[in-house]
Every structure is written in C-alpha cells, then in structure tokens.
C-alpha cells in the first residue's frame, strides 16, 4: 500500500494537488481503454474493431472539449465540478448501456470529461518545463497502480463493474474542488491568434504522432493476449512497464534532446509491437514506448511554446489536435485488426510517425544541428 506514496515522493510534484488528482482521474478512465475493448466485443458480440469505436466516439468528446475549453471557459470551480459529475454520470451509464450504440454516447461524454480535465491542468503547464515534466508524470503514475488492478476488476467482476469503479474514480476529484477558485464566469472575448507557421507544423506533427500511435496502442492489450499468447494480468503488467519506463522520462531533468528523435524511437516500436508476435519483442516494444514517447511529449510541447508568439493560446490547441489523431487511430488500427492485416497496421503507424518525426527534426534543425556539431 506504500508503493504509490513512494512512488509520489520520488517524483517531488508541485502542481496543485486537485488538478493533479483530476489529470490522474482522467488518465485512470484512459488507461482502461485497451482493457476494455475485448470485453466490450464479447458483451456487445461485435469484432473488436467494432468495439474499437468506443475508443473513438470517447476521443471525440476529447477533441470537442479540448478545442472549446480553451476558448470559452475559465479554470474555476464550477468548470471543476463539471468535469467530475460528468465523468461520474457518463461511466455510470456505460455501467448501464443495452446496446453499442448507447455505450458509443456514454463514452463520447466521457470524453468531453476527460477533455476538460486534460485542459484544466496543461493550460497552467504549458510553456513551463518544470510544471510540464510534473503534469507528464501523472498518467506513467496512475498506470502503474491502475493497469493490474483493471485487468483484475475485469476478471472478478465483468465489464459493467469496471465501469462502475471508474465512475468514481472520475468523481473523485470533487473531493478537492475547494481548492480553485470560485471565480464563475465564460472567458471574456479576446483576440485569439493564429499560430505561427512553425507552430502550424508542430501541431499538425502531433497529430500525427498520435493518429500513428493510437492506432497500434489501443490493440495492444488484444494484440498481447490474442496474437502474443499472454495472459490478461500478464499483458496488464507490461503495460505497468510501460507506465515505469515512463516515469524517468517525465522527470528528466538534463537536455531531453529532439522530440522528432524521440518520436522516431516511438515509431519504430510501432511497427515492432504488432509486426512480430514474441513475447520479449512485445515487452520490449510497449516498455520502450512508455520512455521514448514520454521524453518527446515536453519537448514536443516545449518547441511548439517556442516558436509560438503567444504560448497559453496553443496548450487547448496541443490537446485538441493530438486528441484528433486519435480519434482517426483507432479506426486506422480497426481496419487493418478486422482484415487481419498486423504487419500492414504496424508500417502505417510507423509511417505516419516517421513523417511526423521528421517534420519535427526539420522545425528544430538549429538545435539539432547543434546537437550533431557539440
């Protein structure tokens, strides 16, 4: 029961408790996603490809929340309680759902929480790297409590249970909301401004990313178990693995180097975790993501904050693209599941990520010139 306060400890957070409670919340219901997809297929007797559009209707909500946020809403307590009593209705109906399509709207609430919970804390961060590094470290965090513990839930007590647990899980932050600000008010109208060329890139380089690396990641758990031959609690450790490996790339405290570097790393164990069903080519591959794609997310965000006139602007607008690309991934994945086709899945994802690697690389050229020149 100490390994959590330990593990908090170890990472010397500094960002406001409740906000970090609800990132953590948020990112609890996220890491259930690739669980719950088989279950959802066996419940509903549909393919898991169909199931994976669950995983996109909840992005969705993403997207729209994330993109709106920023715009109309201020970071104060009635938003705070919001996203808490919307995440606690939206998975208590998903508990309760007859059919696919009423589990589709549920989850596509859901996602507007999560949206919302995901804007509240980056828009504080973003731009800082010590706060980004803090907020970064929250979702590796929670993953390695919290993949067991799904995968257990799932076999005790089935799929409605879990969404039970993760109701109020996505509740509990209501327990902190006497921490911000009661403020109550829309945003007032200001001029927003458009991104820089640059930052144009940048965010269509993270979308990108995540439409390639959603579209393998969500099937992992289903690649791990179906293709792999690995247990459920033996694919739900891996991917405590990937959360671990994540944690040291969320606090590094040195030069993190290129995000298209990291990026590329991630590409290439996109294309290994589906392409190659071993066992050891699994772990490697989903351990390695948690590091390499955590290392490139700050700095990612930190080269959008510099090369943007007005940095505060971009943080709903990093949030809502990269939330796109994975609205499309698992659909993109879906297709290429349903077809059978792993080894094509895994040379698209890499595909994508690679061309987004490489426009990152182009956009920071003077650092990484630098870099190759020191």
Known sequence: ?????????????????????????????????PFVLGPISDEFDVSVGAAGWMSTAQLAGFVIASWAAGRFLRPVRSVFITIGLL????????????????????????????????????????????????????GPLVGVILAPGVAIVLDAAGLRWLFVVLAFVAASPLAFAHQISKVDRLRPHQTRHAPTRAARVILASLGMVT????????????????????SAVTVSLVFSGNALAAIPAAKWVGRRGPAGLWFGCTAALAFLLPTIHVKPVFVFALVGWGFAFVM???????LLASRSNFPQERAGDAQAVMAAGRVFGPIMGGTFIAAGQTTMMGLAAATVMTTAALLLLYVDRTH???????
């Open 296 to 302: 490139g997310i700050p700095a990612a965000f930190n």
């Open 1 to 33: 029961m100490q390994v959590p306060v330990r593990l908090l400890q170890a990472a010397r957070l500094n960002v406001k408790p409740a906000v970090l409670i609800a990132m953590a919340s948020s990112t609890a219901v996220f890491t259930a996603t």
């Open 211 to 230: 439409l390639g690396g959603s579209s393998v990641f969500v099937f992992a758990a289903a690649i791990g178990t179906d293709l792999v031959g690995f």
């Open 87 to 138: 995440g606690l209705v939206a998975n208590l109906s998903s508990a309760m759902a007859p059919n696919l399509a009423v589990m589709g709207g549920t989850r596509l609430v859901s996602g507007v929480s999560l949206g919302l919970a995901a804007w509240f804390g980056w828009q504080d961060a973003f731009g800082d790297t010590q706060k980004t590094g803090d907020m970064a470290v929250v």
């Open 368 to 374: 990484v010139k630098a870099l190759m020149t020191a």
